[in-house]
Each structure stands twice: as structure tokens, then as C-alpha cells.
């Protein structure tokens, strides 16, 4: 079936740096989200993007938090500066529109020293 | 306030016997209800989903009963098999526009053979 790639699959960093999540989303895809999972949580929804913009964010979404989606390459998420608490899994998920099924990726786990 | 609540965190069964998974929902504007099931280590992927509109979603051996008055959901899975280990979850899709979806906490399941 249609896949979601994530890249890298674990990134670990120091605090305050800037990390960059990549998410290869299924091609014919428009509907881009971000969701945060901590080992043994649920997963909260971050963000969701289309048409190169946000259209909702969550409060975890914060202000050190972006995405971008350049020239339809990978579905990025930034981090600039890194804080401890931002150690979780994100997983990536895209959709063809809105009330079609979301396909999520396998995660990227983040741990922030 | 956890808008989808998901009973009971884990869960054992015998291969053979009928599992019991529940969700329960705050957000009235809640609309479609699709379950997810994640294996270790690898990404959700929809299992079956509900709307509004029906009481019962039947795909094999899951089931989804909804009693859409006290704004509970249960999947049944019969026959269960070892090979439905896994984390199941619920989540809820308001009329929002966005596609966000709102995930429960999961529940472990494992089936002993």
C-alpha cells in the first residue's frame, strides 16, 4: 500500500540545537500532518499543512516549532532551539484530502540530551 | 481534559475468545471515528472506521458498536489470534476542516495462543 517515509528513523541531539524531521509523503498527496507521541502516551496532534500553509495548529506547536514543505520535496519539521521536553516520536501522516484515510510514516524518534 | 478515552490500558485474552476494546469521546462535534492498530516499531495503520451516520461497522472479524447517545464506542475482535498483539487506537475527527484527528491513549492487547 501507499507508504510514508520518515528520515532519520532515531536522531539524537543536545539540547538547543536545531533538528530537521523529514517526511516523504504518498505522491498525490495534499494533507500533511505532524503528530508527537511519548513512549507510552497518546499521540497529539502538532500540525496539519496544506497548499504551503498551516491550517491548524495545536498548543504543542510551539513558537521554536516549524514546517515547510519546499517546491513539493520532503515535509519538513523544525525545531530551533531543542528543549528537553521535545524527546518523543513524531510521526508524519498525509492524506489526499480531508475525510480520506490518514497513512502515517513509522516515526522518528527524537531524544534531546 | 482528554477529549478520547480509551479502557482497559491493557488487555490479555486466549486465542478463540472475543476482545472487548472502548473508547468514549467528549467533543460533540466529533464526527468519524476510525481505530488504529500499531504493531512495535512500526506506524499505525487504520484497521476500521465509523461515522455518525451508523450505529455498527463490521469488517471481518472487527466490529465497531456505537452508542452514539452516551458517546461510546467498543471494538470486538472474535476469533482472537496472537497475530492481533498489538496497541489499539481510537480517535475521534471534528468538523473542523482539517482533518485533525484526536487519538485515545491505546490499549495493549496480547493474545497468549
Known amino acids: 500500500g501507499p507508504k510514508v517515509l520518515q528520515i532519520p528513523s532515531h536522531q539524537i541531539i543536545d539540547m538547543g540545537q536545531m533538528v530537521t524531521l523529514n517526511c516523504d509523503p504518498v505522491s498525490n498527496h495534499l494533507y500533511f500532518y505532524w503528530y508527537k507521541q511519548i513512549l507510552g502516551q497518546q499521540m497529539e496532534f502538532l500540525v496539519n499543512f496544506y497548499n504551503g500553509k498551516v491550517m491548524e495548529k495545536s498548543k504543542l506547536f510551539k513558537d521554536q516549532f516549524s514546517v515547510e514543505r519546499p517546491d513539493g520535496s520532503y515535509f519538513t519539521l523544525k525545531i530551533q532551539p531543542t528543549a528537553l521536553e521535545d524527546s518523543a516520536v513524531y510521526f508524519c501522516a498525509s492524506s489526499f484530502s480531508i475525510n480520506e484515510r490518514l497513512f502515517f510514516g513509522h516515526g522518528t524518534k527524537l531524544s534531546v540530551l | 481534559q482528554q477529549q478520547v478515552r480509551q479502557s482497559p490500558q491493557s488487555l490479555t485474552v486466549w486465542e478463540g475468545e472475543t476482545t472487548i476494546l472502548n473508547c468514549s469521546y467528549e467533543?460533540?462535534?466529533?464526527?468519524?471515528f476510525p481505530w488504529y492498530r500499531q504493531f512495535p516499531g512500526k506506524s499505525p495503520a487504520l484497521l476500521i472506521a465509523?461515522?455518525?451516520?451508523?450505529n455498527k461497522k463490521e469488517d471481518g472479524r472487527f466490529t465497531i458498536f456505537f452508542n452514539k447517545r452516551e458517546k461510546k464506542l467498543s471494538l470486538h475482535i472474535t476469533d482472537s489470534q496472537p497475530g492481533d498483539s498489538a496497541t489499539y487506537f481510537c480517535?475521534?475527527?471534528?468538523?473542523?476542516?482539517?482533518?485533525?484527528?484526536?487519538f485515545g491513549d491505546g490499549t495493549v492487547l496480547t493474545v497468549k495462543p
Open positions: 465509523i461515522s455518525l451516520v451508523s
Open positions: 467533543d460533540s462535534t466529533f464526527d468519524y
Open positions: 480517535a475521534a475527527r471534528g468538523n473542523t476542516n482539517t482533518g485533525k484527528l484526536t
